[in-house]
């Protein structure tokens, strides 16, 4: 099959988006960088209040590209426009296709890559005037900041169902589930007295919180269910019993069931930890208690290996000889929010590994590839109907 995939456009799109700055709730310039991109296209751009809702200078980019094959299922492209720190002045540098940052930010590629992608294949499906389905692209904000972009976008705007992300790191593999996470956050409450006087009269919020910890299963659960702690603050100097504890975890899982029993777990260790630490005296009760705030992420996502777009992406990769496996992941990204709004959306790797480290690599072969996946995709879509 012919490649119309104009490589060194694409690259030169990737490595100019990348120079811009683009952190979560900053995306502003690469979003104006973009609906240019769009409008030159001839889609009809809108911007979302997503970037007043969550305090970010920009909102979602939705684009709408008007196809020549109505009668074919719209379909969704989507990216994220936002970047992780260390990710400002970001230098990339090219070592023949592999291309990297000079070591002191991440690259960027995440999610720069699948936005680049996007725009190539539209403007390849534009120029050779292929047969294509009604588009939606949507370029989201604050995807690492807890897919908090996507939260806020409004399926509505969408007329696409089914589609994909392209926000993943593992080559040749099709994302299809995710788990369901929980956010938590633990205030330990115990009793403030002097260290030195009167420690009879004190409960230690330190000592109730480590008796709890230590009693939680952290790491990994199962083969499907992780937990961690991950941040712990409290006391205000050493001859104070502490009296306050704040922690912050998360549990994740693919089982909805397992993911409640876990958090519950976490909860309970605590819980159990504080009625041990009951005090009398001057005729009054005293005991440790714990506040929670649990708050789920995200949902799960669970797209079923027969469901249209998971067919439309291996017939593609059939046409291009290329194997796609389907596969879960342990992260969430934009496409568990998707799906939990009520589309199929299914995530597809662009290129990008190493991410979220200042090791942060691409290699270009794989971005072209999966460029051309893209392409064939859109294009299956319209012929198909
Ligand atoms: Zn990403």
């Not at 269910?225 to 899982?253: C, D, F, Q, Y």
Request: charged share 25%.
């Amino acid at each position: 099959m012919q490649n119309l995939i104009n490589e060194t456009r694409l690259k030169n799109l990737l490595i100019e988006l990348i120079k811009i700055d683009s952190l979560s709730r900053k995306e502003r310039d690469v979003a104006m960088r973009l609906k240019r991109e769009m409008e030159e296209l001839e889609a009809t751009v809108e911007i979302d209040d997503a970037g007043e809702k969550v305090g970010g200078n920009v909102g979602n980019l939705i684009a709408h590209f008007p196809g020549n094959k109505t009668s074919a299922r719209p379909l969704l492209l989507s990216a994220h426009m936002d970047t992780v720190v260390p990710g400002e002045g970001i230098v990339p540098v090219l070592d023949g296709d592999i291309l990297r940052s000079d070591g002191t930010t991440v690259l960027g590629g995440d999610d720069k890559s699948g936005v680049a992608i996007i725009c190539e294949v539209l403007r390849v499906v534009k120029e050779n005037k292929l047969p294509c389905s009604d588009l939606d692209v949507v370029f989201t904000i604050c995807e690492e900041a807890g897919l908090i972009g996507a939260k806020c976008l409004d399926p509505n705007r969408l007329r696409a169902r089914t589609g994909l992300v392209l926000d993943s790191d593992s080559v040749g593999f099709l994302f299809t589930k995710a788990p369901a996470a929980n956010r938590m956050e633990f205030r330990i409450h115990g009793l403030e007295a002097h260290a030195g006087v009167c420690p009879e009269k004190g409960i230690s919020a330190v000592k109730v919180t480590a008796e709890g910890v230590a009693h939680m299963r952290l790491g990994r659960i199962d083969h499907e269910t992780t937990a961690n702690i991950g941040v712990i603050e409290g006391g205000m100097a050493v001859n104070i019993v502490p009296n306050l504890v704040v922690l912050k975890g998360e549990a994740r899982s693919h089982s909805s069931e397992k993911l409640e029993e876990q958090t519950q777990h976490m909860l309970r260790c605590l819980q159990e930890a504080a009625a041990g630490h009951v005090l009398e005296f001057d005729g009054q009760r005293f005991f440790a208690r714990i506040e929670a705030k649990i708050d789920r992420d995200y949902d799960r996502m669970d797209v079923s290996d027969q469901a249209p777009i998971v067919q439309l992406v291996q017939a593609a990769a059939k046409n291009l000889n290329v194997e796609i496996k389907t596969t879960a992941t342990g992260g969430g990204c934009d496409a568990n929010v998707l799906n939990q709004k009520g589309l199929e959306v299914a995530n597809l790797s662009t290129g990008m590994r190493d991410i979220h480290t200042v090791k942060e690599w691409l290699d270009l072969k794989d971005l072209y590839l999966s460029a051309q996946m893209v392409l064939e995709i859109v294009r299956l879509n319209a012929v198909n109907h």
